[in-house]
């Protein structure tokens, strides 16, 4: 990058991309360059604000960008992974990428390799490591190479990429690059821990019954958006991992409100629907499961085996997701929903468990998205169907 070109990123870096595309800059500027760090960094001061308070970082392409994770996860990961840290560890990351989850996960330890197959990352990695202050060894390796010739580390950590050859999405562990399930016997024998960051999308029991076991199982959201599952595997690995359910400041561990966490919902009576306050597990608890555990642990029952919604008499300020008054509940007969919805226009309508989406039930209650008032619409034990209308706390 020429002087120029680095003279126009720092004038226009606040500058519209879609307006800056069409300008015609001086012939000594590589505009298509210049777009790139211009849009990097944009996407940086959201997503990456140490990286973006850092003078002459430089961006990959978009979809590295997109794929790369955000400042909140990689912290949450090197918080995972420091308790192994220390004089005389060593940190391998098979996966390198873009190098934000190894710039925080990997200064935890004595000694820090990068391992990375796209050459452009790799140069990139040489180029950023040492203005975020990092002391790395950066190799341009698939990790299935790498990992055999490797000398054995306390923390491997790989994220498998998720998009095959054509850039299509990939569910399946197996179908996953590299195959994880294949790794496993050596990266076991490589490593006294390994760490693994797995899609949302999976199936956390199948993942780990297809890796023969895991200690832990973290399932990571942000702002109640599932973003990652972090499987931990060392000599503890077993068909019942400790579950722990993030959600930005919200944790919720099963196994500290049980021995063995079944993570099987219970069907409740009718008796628990006079209650009055009504809450709503987080994303990381829902796509955790363990509903069960959450009713020990709060003191409340589920309105229903499936409906995943909990109802108590008393109010829980530590909840881990979100928090309702219930004002009226009825039936979906018009006399009912009419007393119910009296001065109501709008509300915040959504569903568990129940025959209709919420936008259709949204217009059939002829109502306007939005506004001070929740309605879940869902099935009670009897297998009727009613609505909670509530008040958000807090």
């Excluded at 996860?73 to 995972?80: D, F, I, M, P, S």
């Excluded at 297809?210 to 973003?227: F, M, P, Q, T, Y």
């Excluded at 306007?368 to 609505?387: E, R, V």
Aim: with cysteine.
């Amino acid at each position: 990058m020429n002087d120029s070109t680095l003279t126009f990123i720092k004038q226009h870096r606040n500058d519209d991309i879609r307006q800056l595309a069409l300008t015609k800059p001086a012939s000594d500027i590589d505009l298509k360059l210049a777009l790139q760090q211009i849009a990097g960094w944009q996407t940086a001061r959201r997503k990456l604000p140490d990286w973006a308070a850092c003078d002459n970082i430089l961006y990959p392409p978009h979809l590295n960008m997109e794929q790369a994770s955000s400042q909140q996860t990689a912290q949450y990961k090197a918080n995972v992974v420091e308790r192994w840290g220390g004089k005389d560890t060593s940190y391998v990351d098979l996966t390198g990428g873009m190098g934000i989850d190894f710039s925080f996960m990997a200064r935890a330890f004595d000694k820090r390799t990068y391992v990375e197959r796209n050459e452009m990352l790799c140069q990139l990695a040489h180029h950023n490591f040492p203005i975020l202050q990092l002391e790395a060894a950066v190799a341009n390796d698939d990790a299935e190479d790498f990992v055999n010739k490797m000398a054995r580390a306390t923390v491997i950590f790989i994220d498998p990429a998720r998009r095959d050859e054509h850039g299509a999405r990939t569910y399946g562990l197996a179908d996953c690059t590299p195959d994880v399930t294949l790794m496993m016997p050596v990266l076991r024998e490589k490593a006294e821990h390994i760490v693994m960051k797995l899609s949302p999308m999976l199936d956390w029991r199948k993942a780990v019954d297809d890796l023969g076991g895991a200690s832990e199982v973290h399932i990571v959201s942000v702002k109640n958006e599932c973003k990652e599952l972090l499987l931990v595997i060392d000599h503890r690995a077993s068909a019942n991992p400790t579950l722990i359910c993030i959600n930005d400041e919200q944790r919720f561990c099963p196994s500290d409100t049980t021995e063995t966490p079944t993570c099987q919902p219970t069907a409740t009576d009718n008796s628990a629907l006079d209650n009055t306050y009504l809450y709503e597990p987080n994303a990381s608890i829902m796509k955790g499961g363990c509903f069960t555990e959450v009713e020990r642990a709060f003191a409340m029952q589920q309105v229903a085996a499936n409906s995943h919604l909990f109802l108590s008499n008393t109010a829980v300020k530590s909840f881990p997701g979100r928090s309702f008054i219930v004002k009226q509940q009825c039936s979906l007969n018009k006399r009912e929903l009419r007393q119910a919805l009296a001065g109501i226009d709008r509300a915040n309508v959504a569903v568990r468990n129940f025959p209709l989406s919420a936008e259709v039930l949204r217009k059939k209650l002829k109502l306007k998205d939005g506004g001070d008032t929740y309605i879940f619409g869902t099935t009670l034990p009897d297998g009727n169907h009613a609505l909670f209308v509530c008040r958000k706390i807090g």
